[in-house]
């Protein structure tokens, strides 16, 4: 059964970071694209970063981009985003994707494997 499993998600201080980790399981998810998305109570779903499965390619979200790092060690079947200089409006259930045969786009309805996602708070 296809798995995506997301932690590292927590509170923290405005300003702080946090790094995420998503563990996938399986399928061999070769030339797989993996994503970062995130949702806040009310609001869609929005991308925060994606990267190829080679991980030669990243794009990131406006909101985030200079702040957030998207990286996977495929050994490790493992993809993680590095949250740095973190804001209240980060605060958010994060989710992390797969996109088989994909390149890492921002669109979600191109995703066909969700994580359960992780709760990141961010406190004034």
């Known amino acids: 059964q296809v798995q995506l499993v997301e932690s590292g998600g927590g509170l923290v201080q405005a300003g702080g970071s946090v790094r995420l980790s998503c563990k996938y399981s399986g399928l061999t998810f070769r030339s797989t694209a993996m994503g970062w998305f995130r949702q806040a109570p009310g609001k869609e779903r929005e991308f925060v970063a994606a990267i190829s499965w080679s991980g030669g390619t990243t794009n990131y979200g406006d909101s985030v981009k200079g702040r957030f790092t998207i990286s996977r060690d495929n050994t490790k079947r493992t993809v993680y985003l590095q949250m740095n200089s973190l804001k209240p409006e980060d605060t958010a259930v994060y989710y992390c994707?797969?996109?088989?045969?994909?390149?890492?786009?921002?669109?979600?309805?191109?995703?066909?494997?969700w994580g359960q996602g992780t709760q990141v708070t961010v406190s004034s």
């Open positions: 994707a797969a996109d088989p045969d994909g390149l890492g786009s921002g669109e979600f309805r191109q995703y066909d494997y």
